[in-house]
């Protein structure tokens, strides 16, 4: 993203300088010419009411306020798929109170790489990387899923480390 500095008191000018800007900020629809268009996208954990709550609670009252789920997406450059792909590596049970507990003390729990589709690459919380290298990001997505280690430890070998892992694979 372009940074723009105000270097003097002339609004217009600096007016200027932010539209300029804005016009090379990447999109959610921007698509590339070459190959599929990759993004990294991200959410705000959640957990179930009850006792997987107040831990996420605990956690956000230890400081540990940014706590995001990231996941890597696909846009395909085919006019044939026209749904985007959604690639990305969590907990197997994400709303068991195990899940919950393993956030706070970092010990590993049973993870599972999943593969989902969207309608729309969302508009908010989602970065475009950029075009993929190869001509077919989702089967080389799903060569990278066959050799992710599926035990999960926050901080360790968790959705972060997926989606860059992901992102620097081939894509």
Not at 11 to 27: C, D, N, R, V
Not at 44 to 56: D, N, T
Request: glycine residues 4%.
């Amino acid at each position: 993203m372009l940074m723009v500095k105000k270097e003097d008191n002339d609004s217009s000018h600096t007016k200027q300088k932010k539209t300029m800007a804005s016009l090379f900020t990447p999109s959610p629809t921007t698509t590339s010419s070459s190959g599929d268009t990759i993004y990294v996208a991200a959410v705000p954990l959640k957990a179930a009411a009850g006792p997987p709550q107040l831990i996420m609670s605990m956690a956000y009252s230890l400081n540990i306020s940014n706590l995001q789920h990231f996941m890597v997406l696909i846009k395909p450059s085919s006019p044939i798929r026209q749904e985007v792909l959604v690639f990305d590596f969590q907990p197997r049970n994400p709303e068991s109170i195990e899940a919950a507990i393993s956030l706070l003390s970092g010990n590993l729990i049973p993870g599972v790489v999943l593969q989902r589709r969207l309608k729309n690459v969302p508009r908010q919380r989602c970065w475009m990387v950029g075009p993929s290298k190869g001509n077919d990001a989702m089967e080389m997505a799903m060569e990278f899923n066959k050799s992710w280690e599926t035990d999960l430890r926050v901080g360790f070998h968790d959705c972060r480390h997926y989606t860059n892992g992901l992102v620097l694979y081939k894509l």
